[in-house]
């Protein structure tokens, strides 16, 4: 990767008209629900990782940002300007998961922050602790660049958000519905997202470790902009 093509993401990144929108939605829409669900628990016995519940709705605006960071250059047809600046392909798609990974960790960050903020003061039994923190802001950021790759492979910004969508909240639902235990356990190993907030648990015998589901995500997050690449080398802009 080329400092010119890193300082070409970053900026048509920061004068998007929507990217400071987005990154204030994520902050807003994660310690918002965090501190709405705390709010409802107040004096129940809610877990202690209630108060990090927002990243489930927080999680949804970063895929948006991230898939919008590729998907508005194919819908416009600036992508072909973009490849024609930089002599290889690799290098922008590189430098766009670098930018993306970096504004989503900072405000990842404020957002987990205000989450566990908000915990802490409506959940007296409330204690945080830095594993599911620092486990969600990664999360958050993985998930983005999950969305890019996904992006970069349909290059459609409404199809990639769909799909996104698709797996961030109607597969887990369909998990939910499988009567089979093995497959049920199977199916939150493995996917995704489930195996990816599994960071946040603080269950004694959690059905798969914090750090490894983070891991099958991040798998996914791989093959997600393996592809990406390969396909982006390979096809016409």
Same mark, same amino acid.
């Given at each position: 990767?080329?400092r010119?093509?890193?300082?070409?993401?970053?900026?048509? &990144?920061r004068?998007? !008209?929507?990217? %400071?929108?987005? @990154? #204030?939605?994520?902050?807003?829409?994660? /310690? $918002?629900l965090? *501190?709405?669900?705390?709010?409802?628990?107040?004096?129940?016995?809610?877990?202690?990782?209630?108060?990090?519940?927002?990243?489930?709705?927080?999680?949804?605006?970063?895929?948006?940002?991230?898939?919008?960071v590729?998907?508005?250059?194919?819908?416009?047809?600036?992508?072909?300007?973009? &490849?024609?600046?930089? !002599?290889r392909? %690799?290098?922008? @798609? #590189?430098?766009?998961?670098v930018?993306? /990974? $970096?504004?989503? *960790?900072l405000?990842?960050?404020?957002?987990?922050?205000?989450a566990?903020?908000?915990?802490?003061?409506?959940?007296?039994?409330?204690?945080a602790?830095?594993?599911?923190a620092?486990?969600?802001?990664?999360?958050?950021?993985?998930?983005?660049?999950?969305?890019?790759?996904?992006?970069?492979?349909?290059?459609? !910004?409404?199809?990639a958000?769909g799909t996104?969508?698709?797996?961030?909240?109607?597969?887990?639902?369909?998990?939910?519905?499988?009567?089979d235990?093995?497959?049920?356990?199977?199916?939150?190993?493995?996917?995704?997202?489930?195996?990816?907030?599994?960071?946040q648990?603080?269950?004694?015998?959690?059905?798969?470790?914090?750090?490894?589901?983070?891991?099958?995500?991040?798998?996914w997050?791989?093959?997600?902009?393996?592809?990406?690449a390969?396909?982006?080398?390979?096809?016409?802009?």
């Amino acid at each position: 990767m080329t400092r010119r093509a890193l300082h070409a993401e970053w900026t048509k &990144l920061r004068t998007s !008209p929507g990217t %400071l929108g987005l @990154l #204030l939605m994520i902050v807003a829409a994660t /310690a $918002g629900l965090s *501190a709405i669900v705390a709010a409802a628990c107040s004096g129940s016995t809610c877990g202690p990782d209630v108060a990090l519940t927002g990243v489930q709705l927080g999680h949804a605006v970063v895929a948006i940002l991230a898939v919008l960071v590729i998907g508005n250059e194919y819908q416009t047809g600036m992508i072909a300007v973009s &490849l024609a600046a930089v !002599p290889r392909r %690799l290098p922008v @798609l #590189l430098g766009k998961a670098v930018v993306v /990974a $970096g504004v989503v *960790a900072l405000a990842g960050a404020v957002a987990v922050a205000g989450a566990i903020g908000s915990g802490e003061l409506l959940l007296p039994a409330y204690h945080a602790t830095l594993r599911p923190a620092a486990g969600s802001v990664l999360y958050l950021v993985l998930i983005a660049l999950f969305s890019l790759g996904l992006a970069t492979i349909v290059r459609s !910004p409404a199809a990639a958000i769909g799909t996104v969508l698709g797996l961030l909240y109607a597969v887990p639902i369909i998990v939910s519905v499988v009567t089979d235990q093995t497959w049920h356990d199977r199916f939150e190993k493995y996917a995704p997202v489930s195996a990816g907030l599994a960071v946040q648990s603080t269950a004694a015998d959690p059905l798969i470790g914090p750090w490894k589901g983070l891991g099958v995500l991040a798998l996914w997050t791989l093959a997600a902009l393996l592809v990406a690449a390969i396909t982006l080398r390979r096809r016409d802009a």
